[in-house]
């Protein structure tokens, strides 16, 4: 069994080592999954999608047969 040397007395280069192999890794970067704000301009963003239609559903014309 190895002794134990605290962190400040180890070589740099060893600190680093220990770092790496304290650090995880992500299935998936949270960053990438943060959700752009729907107020923002984006020029990529279809001109339609921009601003939300609430309205069409009370227009729906209905056809019946007499």
Request: charged share 40%; no cysteine.
């Amino acid at each position: 069994m190895a002794r134990f040397i605290p962190k400040e007395k180890l070589s740099r280069k060893a600190q680093k080592e220990l770092n790496r192999q304290r650090r995880v890794t992500w299935d998936f970067s949270p960053v990438t999954k943060a959700v752009d704000s729907r107020k923002r301009y984006n020029r990529k963003r279809n001109a339609r999608d921009r601003y939300d239609d609430y309205g069409a559903g009370v227009f729906h014309l209905s056809s019946f047969s007499a």
